[in-house]
C-alpha cells in the first residue's frame, strides 16, 4: 500500500471524516471546500484526486462534466495494511509483532485480545472426538468421523 503524502492525506482526511461510504461522493470543489485554510487552487485539489484515484485510494465516478470521489477504504482498513505492509518490511514477523504487543497500552491490549477471540472464535476448526486407530479414511467400524 502506498503511503500519502502531506496533502494525500490531508484529502483522504475529508473524504474519511465527510463522505459516508454509501453516498455518491463529494467533488473537487467540496474538497477544496473543506481544505479551505490551505489555500489551495482547485487544480491541485483535482490533481491530487487523480492521483488518489491511480493509487486505488478513491473511487470516482462521473457525474455531467464533473467527477464525485469517495474513498476506496476505510481510515482504519488503509491503517491495518500499513501495519501489516510493515511487517513485510524483513527480519522476523513474529518478533515484531511481539515487540508492538508490548508497547500496546492495557485498554490497547484488552481491544486486541477481545478481536484476537472473536476471530478465532469465528474461524476454530471443529476437533474431532479422541483419535481412535483407523483402517483407511473410516474408522475401524468402518464409520467416518463427523
Known amino acids: 500500500m502506498t503511503r500519502l503524502g502531506d496533502l494525500e492525506r490531508a484529502v483522504m482526511d475529508v473524504l474519511w471524516d465527510t463522505v459516508p461510504a ?5 467533488t473537487v470543489r467540496e474538497v ?11 487544480t491541485t485539489v483535482m490533481t491530487v484526486l487523480d ?31 500499513l501495519m501489516l505492509d510493515a511487517l513485510d518490511l524483513g527480519g522476523s514477523r513474529d518478533a515484531a509483532l511481539v515487540r508492538f504487543a508490548r508497547s500496546v497500552t492495557g ?10 477471540g472473536a476471530e478465532a472464535g469465528l474461524t476454530a476448526p471443529t476437533t474431532a472426538p479422541a483419535a481412535q486407530p483407523a483402517t483407511g479414511p473410516a474408522g475401524a467400524d468402518g464409520a467416518t468421523d463427523r
Open 51 to 81: 492521483r488518489l484515484a491511480g493509487k486505488g485510494m478513491v473511487q470516482r465516478e462521473r457525474e455531467g462534466r464533473a467527477w464525485r470521489y469517495r474513498a476506496a477504504a476505510s481510515r482504519e482498513a488503509h491503517i491495518a495494511q
Open 32 to 42: 477544496a471546500e473543506a481544505l479551505d485554510g490551505r489555500e489551495l487552487a482547485y
Open 107 to 116: 485498554t490497547e491490549a484488552d481491544v486486541l485480545r477481545a478481536a484476537l
Open 22 to 26: 454509501t453516498s455518491g461522493g463529494v
